[in-house]
């Protein structure tokens, strides 16, 4: 009877010990939106870019609002601004250079993520989310389920595959970066790919297939408005 006795103590110490330190993970760790901006002050459709540089950034500040664990929206332009429209937008911006960094365009938001990394002090653990400015996250999408969810666990959230193509049903070395989230300590070790002329996506893509399956949430479909390429034609992916 004792041995009984003493044996469900130990049981419910184990748990409450596990469920303790899930907790304190789940504390510790924080979650980053970072929404990647580049104003072209000259740009023909400068005003139509900026309009729907605000109607983004706005949708991910309410997608976010209600959220159990806090998560911090930074905004980072990288066109060599120190001050324009997107200061009172109600996050914290960052103004880089990076659009210089390379012809690449992928190249160049990398390292705007990278430099958000090191300017906020991002832990390894914490959660990032890139999203592109301009892109219109939905506010009931699988993306946006998945993170307000989200598993002490989970390394990565992804969309493998190319924009123009179904998502295959397994990990391949290409990914939608559109719309990403991934651990800091995994982006970190992202390398930039303008000496190989390709495109960065491949990179995100190998860095998320790298990982244990078992904690990346590989979605079919992301829930957001994308327009590639600079174009103002969306379409949902």
Excluded at 17 to 30: N, V
Excluded at 32 to 52: F, H, N, Q, S
């Amino acid at each position: 009877m004792w041995i009984f006795i003493v044996s469900c103590v130990v049981l419910v110490m184990v748990v409450l010990i596990l469920s303790y330190l899930y907790y304190i993970r789940r504390k510790r760790s924080k979650i980053y939106v970072i929404i990647t901006t580049c104003i072209l002050d000259d740009a023909p459709d400068y005003m139509v870019r900026r309009k729907e540089y605000e109607n983004g950034i706005q949708r991910v500040l309410e997608n976010v609002q209600h959220f159990q664990q806090p998560v911090r929206v930074i905004v980072v332009e990288n066109n060599n601004h120190s001050s324009t429209y997107l200061d009172h937008l109600g996050t914290d911006v960052l103004y880089t250079n990076n659009n210089n960094f390379t012809t690449y365009k992928g190249d160049n938001e990398l390292k705007d993520v990278h430099d958000c990394l090191s300017e906020y002090n991002i832990q390894d653990d914490d959660f990032v989310v890139k999203i592109t400015g301009r892109y219109l996250w939905d506010s009931n999408s699988p993306f946006l389920h998945s993170l307000s969810k989200l598993h002490p666990d989970t390394q990565c959230i992804v969309r493998y595959g190319g924009y123009g193509a179904d998502a295959p049903p397994h990990p391949v070395g290409d990914c939608v970066t559109g719309l990403i989230g991934m651990r800091a300590r995994h982006i970190r070790k992202i390398p930039y790919r303008f000496e190989k002329g390709e495109s960065i996506e491949m990179e995100w893509g190998i860095m998320a297939s790298s990982l244990p399956q078992e904690h990346v949430d590989a979605l079919p479909t992301l829930g957001v408005l994308i327009s590639p390429g600079g174009q103002h034609d969306f379409y949902r992916i």
